[in-house]
């Protein structure tokens, strides 16, 4: 736990700077956050298991939450859109994380200039196969206090199991 909290620390503070950024903008995004004892800030590790080169390892869907921030991951994969038609894959920056607002981000930014990062993570590479994972990832997932997080059936709307 220790060796996570200033991972933690920082994303807080990132998210933080984002979302004072936004406030002229949207106000009141920022005290949806932060204005509570304590912000629902979840730091995840996550592993996604071996597939096919091409092939799904994390579904496409939105996020439940209010904003999502990608921090670092070991391989590339990551695809955003808007919808399933406009999935570009992500090319990482040295220094750069990704931030997304989430399926439910209407509820705590009243505007129609934004849209949710449609999502996915495929399979890019079978050269290191042999490994015990595929690949990993560090993500912040922010919920705004107050506000409910979206249904399954909201978040994969466009999601098929023939995908």
Not at 26 to 42: N, S
Not at 45 to 60: D, I, M
Not at 129 to 158: D, M, S, Y
């Amino acid at each position: 736990m220790d060796e996570a909290l200033p991972i933690w620390q920082m994303a807080y503070n990132t998210v933080r700077t984002i979302l004072q950024m936004l406030e002229p903008f949207y106000p009141g995004a920022l005290d949806k956050v932060f204005a509570t004892e304590t912000p629902h800030i979840q730091l995840r590790f996550l592993r996604y298991y071996w597939q096919k080169s091409g092939k799904y390892l994390a579904k496409p869907h939105f996020d439940a939450g209010s904003f999502t921030l990608a921090i670092a991951e070991s391989s590339p994969g990551l695809r955003i859109g808007r919808d399933p038609e406009t999935l570009d894959e992500v090319i990482r920056k040295e220094g750069h994380a990704i931030f997304m607002v989430s399926s439910n981000y209407k509820n705590i930014i009243n505007s129609d200039e934004l849209f949710p990062g449609w999502h996915d993570v495929i399979q890019v590479h079978d050269e290191t196969i042999g490994q015990p994972f595929a690949r990993w990832a560090l993500v912040v997932f922010i919920e705004a206090h107050g506000v409910k997080a979206l249904p399954r059936t909201e978040t994969h709307r466009w999601y098929t199991s023939a995908e």
